[in-house]
């Protein structure tokens, strides 16, 4: 079975005492409803990587992910931070290719799969973001865009590091518009990414890579953006800066393992 994963990205909210709290609340609210088979990972900026980390210590079924990482090792490079640094402070996964990313800061497919190869060189497991933006799927062309973004990226890697990525599919015009991908869109996306993957690397690694879901997911329609096949969990903005909202996130994913979980007992029961 895939890995399910809720993960909140904080973006660049929170000041040092909040972040700690937020962390130490999503911690506490998970106490007794642990899954097996399923992550919580945290976000939050470089600042707290170390003390969020700290922490969620001793809750093994939580992590923590920055929210970006240069692409060269170390050097002169002022204001940057290296995925060493990111690794050093305990973090474990680092989110690449948001879309702010690409818009704000002008960060191309190419400067991406650099970044993607310099965190899987050294083991820090890379959330890597793609989708389309509004103008592209009214056009049309959102296959074409995550296909382009896919084969830009992630077809130069070597077979045996796919393992080691997470996908976010994030369609730009959902992303903090309060207007979520339907489930039937959510669907159809991530079954389309997972067929472009077999397509290249073979079914085994397709079936085996999270694919999560971002873009306005909150407590009210992540039940039905769960409970599509191909979703594995959520990559939540917003909705992740309020520890009742995000528990109550991640409890939703909880009872659609234990939903999946009781339907395969059944079948394997005969009943
Ligand atoms: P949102 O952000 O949940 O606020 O839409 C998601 C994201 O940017 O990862």
């Known amino acids: 079975m895939r890995l399910k994963i ?38 939050p900026a470089f600042p707290f990587l170390s003390a969020v980390s700290r922490s969620i210590d001793g809750f093994d079924d939580f992590a923590v992910a920055a929210q970006n990482c240069h692409f060269e090792e170390s050097g002169a490079y002022t204001g940057e931070v290296s995925v060493q640094m990111i690794i050093s402070v305990g973090a474990r996964y680092v989110i690449i290719g948001h879309s ?9 497919d190419e400067v991406l799969l650099k970044k993607i190869n310099v965190a899987l060189d050294h083991r820090l497991k ?34 045996n590091s796919i393992g080691n990525l997470i996908l976010a599919y994030e369609p730009v015009w959902a992303i903090g518009t309060g207007v979520n991908a339907t489930s039937a869109q959510a669907q159809e996306m991530h079954a389309f990414i997972r ?7 073979g079914t085994q690694i397709s079936d085996s890579i999270s694919i999560l879901y971002g873009g306005s997911c909150n407590s009210k329609n992540a039940a039905e953006l769960f409970s599509c096949e191909d979703v594995d969990g959520g990559l939540i903005g917003g909705a992740s800066l309020d520890h ?20 395969l007992g059944k079948k394997l029961s005969g009943n």
């Open 100 to 108: 702010e990313r690409r818009n704000y800061f002008h960060e191309t």
């Open 6 to 43: 809720i993960a909140g990205n904080w973006k660049m909210n929170k000041a040092y005492g909040e972040a700690l709290m937020l962390a130490t609340e999503v911690a506490h609210d998970s106490t007794n409803t642990k899954h097996p088979g399923l992550l919580t990972i945290l976000a």
């Open 126 to 159: 890379p959330i890597f973001c793609i989708g389309e933006t509004a103008a592209q799927r009214q056009a049309g062309k959102h296959f074409e865009t995550i296909t382009a973004q896919l084969k830009n990226t992630i077809f130069h890697l070597p077979e």
């Open 244 to 263: 009742l909202e995000f528990s109550a996130i991640r409890k939703t994913m909880i009872a659609q393992l234990t939903k999946e979980k009781s339907v």
């Open 195 to 201: 067929k472009t993957i077999s397509e290249k690397f």
